[in-house]
């Protein structure tokens, strides 16, 4: 029997996935499941896209263009100026998701064996492309107590070495929903050019802003047009993550035409997606103002909660829609599988992403969980009010922590 | 401005897309460009796919399981069932086309420096994935005057080294339309478990076997349940190449644990591909009935026309839609580009793909194209004139061989 390789054995489990069999199982003994474990919204995708679906006049569905349908990128285009992110739709790849733009992007930029700096706890998933590329992941430290900001200018230099190749950002944050202010950027920015690196911005969540703060795009750095490359999807901003449309963006010509060449090999991107994404560009502005103040009360009902349960720590975050938890707990894995396997309260059990896999040393996020506030605001409520029985109930609970935050609460 | 990636700047071009800007410039001059370049057909998709979107009753266009929704994956065993092809839903997974199957199976399987013997000329896009996993492609030769039947088992056990980890078939051949026969992939068995390889088998135009020939998969052979890796797609069955969805198949159960991880990564395959793809299984015998006829009925307008024009040779295949032609030229790349550029023949010209790009050494393929024979009958009477006229003009044409060919025609 032939053997596998190393990156077909070392390709990590997601985190937010690997617990779905003890789901199942807690569905099939008639528990209810809340998901919070996964940025799955619930939030209807708007009707512009799904009618343009289902007023389907094609009688072939063809290979798009392998950029993806020229209509959509000078679409995308315009949107995108609309955000302040100058390009044109020649500087455009349109993706199988961001998931994509991200595995092309590190194969094109990447030797095997260089590093890329990220800031953790970060998406899991980029361990995955970051190893389906070669590519080695320096993580750099952010922490709850500082509400995940990014680390200092410090600690990146003191990570450079002569393989460093790139810093990858993603912002808003997942798993944090941390938000990046113009200062922090300007901060990324001066170190991108000193050590003349690539500078990968994972902005999927750009619409989701709040309490009043704007998104600042790494498109709008000056002097970088070299460095940064974009990474977008239409999964988040209109709730359609099935469709798999992302983007690839970049001014570097040489990048985009290796990226292009990527693309081609894989000769397109969906065209049922790019028909919904195109149509979707016509969303009305209304649709997010409603989808903002939903995702907003989300937030403060789940962070607010959790802040209530003692021994717990979450800072509210004013992006995406994931928030980090600290919880008193001897390990975030083993709770999340016996939340599916061994709890319910009043028929309910949470299901959460242990942050295990949102470190490279999965032992520095023991103690934490990413939470998606992607449920209607009373699952959110009664997400708060099993994790309180749960955390009163788990054997591996820290009763000291439990008893001394109630003290000090 | 940092540098791109080895990988980077040596992913080549699409031989089948390259070509593309020269084909626009042609169509603003008003020359109509007949597209045999790329596996487009322009056979309608089932009815019954195309509605099951237009009828598309959900609200939000969620991810599927990364494997891909259970529903398809059952309906699919079935369908595999029905072609002698065994195998459970849980040795499927779901991909983004063939492409996707073919990048993931070759990281999981397959070393950065192991080789893969491909018997060529073959699917250009193999390259393209094994350099992004860093694999190296071995290539056989198989011969346009044994109409490219499998190399001798000898020619295999003379490549065989230390890295040699696999063997890649395409069956029916993309770019040949050749069909293996039952003793040919005997053959390859016996090569598979003597030197314990994977063997990958790309069997994504199933349906498309003429002449009551009939198709033998690879995954019938006895005692490779360990070995091989099928890959399909439904872009060519049904006609609908811009859905995206393609399978990766094995019995191995570690490599398909490993592949499965590579598709958590990138979430899901798309959702409403699989929509239409789980819809078509349910497509009525007649239609491939039908398009089979069309297909034969275009075949031998392509390949008889183009074997009366003097000093051209080109075996008729028994499957796929897909013809390898020899032309009395000096330079296919060259020769397809003038074409476009420098030559009509009443109002039209002719675009094909180049084989240089189906061979490891370039200079093997140059002077041969692919046909693919997606067009309707007329198209292809008028592509034939078209060739006939160009070769007279073009002034690379070897005069010799056309007068001495024409003398023995």
Request: aromatic letters at 10%.
């Amino acid at each position: 029997m032939p053997s596998i390789s190393t990156k077909g054995r070392q390709m990590p489990p997601s985190p937010i996935r690997k617990l779905v069999p003890f789901a199942e199982a807690a569905k099939q003994r008639g528990t209810k499941v809340i998901h919070l474990n996964i940025g799955q919204p619930d939030i209807a995708t708007p009707e512009v896209a799904l009618n343009a679906i289902r007023h389907l006049d094609r009688t072939v569905i063809e290979y798009s263009h392998s950029a993806g349908y020229e209509s959509y990128r000078r679409g995308l285009a315009t949107y995108y100026a609309k955000h302040g992110i100058h390009v044109t739709h020649e500087q455009i790849i349109v993706t199988n998701g961001g998931s994509e733009a991200l595995l092309f992007g590190m194969m094109a930029c990447f030797e095997p064996g260089d590093e890329v700096i990220i800031p953790e706890p970060y998406y899991a998933n980029y361990n995955s492309f970051a190893l389906a590329a070669g590519v080695t992941v320096v993580p750099v430290r952010s922490t709850i107590q500082d509400g995940f900001a990014l680390p200092p200018i410090s600690a990146f230099e003191a990570l450079i070495t002569p393989r460093t190749k790139g810093i990858l950002i993603c912002n808003p944050g997942n798993p944090t929903g941390y938000l990046y202010s113009k200062a922090e950027l300007e901060r990324l920015r001066e170190i991108v050019l000193k050590h003349d690196l690539f500078l990968f911005a994972d902005e999927v969540y750009r619409e989701f802003c709040y309490d009043g703060a704007s998104h600042v795009s790494a498109m709008t750095l000056d002097g970088l047009d070299q460095h940064v490359v974009l990474v977008d999807s239409v999964s988040k901003r209109y709730s359609m993550c099935g469709a798999r449309v992302g983007a690839f963006i970049t001014r570097n010509a040489e990048l985009y035409a290796s990226v292009l060449r990527f693309a081609q090999a894989r000769l397109s991107p969906p065209t049922f997606g790019q028909i919904a994404s195109e149509a979707a560009l016509a969303t009305p502005d209304n649709y997010f103002t409603d989808v903002i103040g939903e995702y907003v009360a989300r937030r403060n009902i789940l962070v607010d909660g959790l802040n209530t349960i003692p021994g717990v720590t979450c800072p509210k975050p004013k992006g995406a829609f994931y928030c980090v938890a600290e919880l008193p707990i001897d390990d975030a894995d083993r709770f999340c599988q016996w939340l599916l396997e061994s709890f319910s309260h009043e028929g309910h059990t949470v299901m959460m992403a242990p942050c295990s896999g949102f470190y490279t040393d999965p032992a520095t996020g023991r103690q934490q969980v990413r939470l998606a506030y992607v449920l209607e605001q009373p699952l959110l409520l009664k997400a708060v009010d099993c994790l309180r029985a749960a955390l009163a109930q788990y054997p591996g609970t820290d009763k000291a922590a439990l008893a001394s935050a109630s003290l000090v609460g």
